[in-house]
């Protein structure tokens, strides 16, 4: 009987040990499927910047227009990411189905497990996806010859419109707002270079008066996109040709990180 009763005593704390060390194989294998691809992409944004410079150094041109060949580059970019889009949809569809409590309910403990572990799951299935985006752009950044700043750029323009719809406020990644302070900061700087490029003249002292006001109210409001109100004549002129490209590359739900140098503030998001 002493016998049986310490077999089940070994057999109950292998069981034991095997069900504690399930939770922990997931715990190591989702981080180092997030943390190779992370690590590439710190290489390659590094190769980005010693290529074209810091992000918030790139210089529009004088009009802010932009010009076709940097668009399509900026297109083959879009092209390249379109199946992380897909992943980071996906996602966002089961983050949304996961059952979230009634307020006027306590719930029971069965639902809050369930939840936790819907959460739980949602998360362990981003953090992977991050990483691979943040390689995943910048190595087709590199790819088409178009740095982070130019590329932030031409992004916070052509997507103006998407970023003021109210739907920008569903998906994970645009907690506060469509953009964060940090990029809104190099959006306000990168146009603060245009000004600095500007020559004397009739057109120029307008130019310049329309980007100084533009930039003040960046300054009052730390996630704001350029030219909030309205593109400039010459910024809308450039994009019209490939609009419906442009839009048909949109993706909504990884628009708030799109613009982001690394995944510190998209990892925060979606783990916290």
């Known amino acids: 009987m002493g ?21 922990l ?35 529009p041109a004088a009009d802010g227009a932009i010009a076709g060949p940097r668009i399509l580059a900026f297109l083959d970019v879009r092209r390249a990411l379109k199946g992380l889009c897909d992943e980071f949809d996906a996602a966002q569809g089961t983050f949304h189905s996961v059952d979230t409590f009634d307020p006027e309910e306590l719930p029971s403990a069965r639902e809050v497990a369930g939840t936790t572990r819907g959460f739980a799951g949602t998360a362990v299935e981003i953090s992977p996806l991050i990483g691979r985006f943040f390689k995943q752009r910048n190595l087709a950044l590199l790819e088409a010859g178009i740095g982070l700043g130019e590329y932030s750029y031409i992004y916070a323009l052509a997507y103006r419109e998407q970023f003021l719809d109210e739907s920008i406020e569903e998906p994970l990644f ?19 270079h245009q000004v600095d490029s500007l020559v004397q003249g ?35 002129a450039s994009l019209q040709p490939y609009r419906e490209p442009l839009d048909a590359a949109f993706c909504l739900n990884i628009a708030g990180i799109e613009m982001d140098p690394d995944s510190r503030r998209a990892l925060y998001i979606a783990l916290y």
Not at 175 to 189: D, T
Not at 205 to 232: F, T, V
């Open 3 to 23: 016998e049986k009763r310490i077999n089940w005593l070994k057999g109950s704390a292998i069981g034991c040990g095997v069900l504690l060390a399930f939770p």
């Open 25 to 59: 194989l997931a715990v190591i294998v989702v981080s180092l499927r997030t943390w190779v691809p992370l690590r590439a992409s710190g290489k390659s944004l590094a190769q980005l910047e010693e290529r074209f410079g810091a992000q918030d150094a790139y210089v």
């Open 174 to 192: 645009a907690q506060g707002g469509p953009i964060s302070p940090e990029v809104g900061e190099v959006l306000r700087v990168i146009l603060a």
């Open 202 to 236: 009739a057109d120029a002292d307008a130019r310049r008066r329309d980007l100084d006001a533009e930039i003040l109210a960046m300054e009052q409001e730390p996630q704001r996109l350029p030219w909030h109100d309205g593109l400039p004549a010459a910024v809308e």
